[in-house]
């Protein structure tokens, strides 16, 4: 019996990851391309840690669909736009937004 409802619960599982087409949390966004976006902020954000005159601990990295947004705080006018260069530099980045404020 206890196999029965294990079969049971697995086909019930199986047929609902094919019949949503196997898409995730945000929005109509595919497994693939989740995994693909993560790997692009994992990217951007070690290239940020590389880079001696961007600060990673103050910079956020999200990326959706290959845009990439950066939020968060910077220090100069020049960290800000050197963040941006980096992470239009990372492999399948489609888009930046740039929303890093700059502190006085």
């Known amino acids: ?53 961007v600060s990673a601990t103050s910079i956020s990295v999200e990326t959706l669909n290959g845009t990439v947004q950066l939020s968060g705080f910077a220090k100069s006018t020049a960290e800000k736009m050197q963040a941006e260069n980096i992470a239009r530099g990372v492999n399948n980045v489609r888009s930046v937004r740039n929303d890093i404020v700059v502190r006085p």
């Open 1 to 53: 019996m206890k196999y029965a409802r294990a079969i049971a619960f697995a086909a019930l599982a199986g047929i609902t990851i094919i019949g949503s087409g196997c898409s995730v949390g945000r929005g109509q966004q595919t497994a693939g391309s989740y995994v693909d976006d993560a790997a692009v902020t994992t990217s951007v954000k070690a290239k940020f840690a590389e880079d001696k005159t």
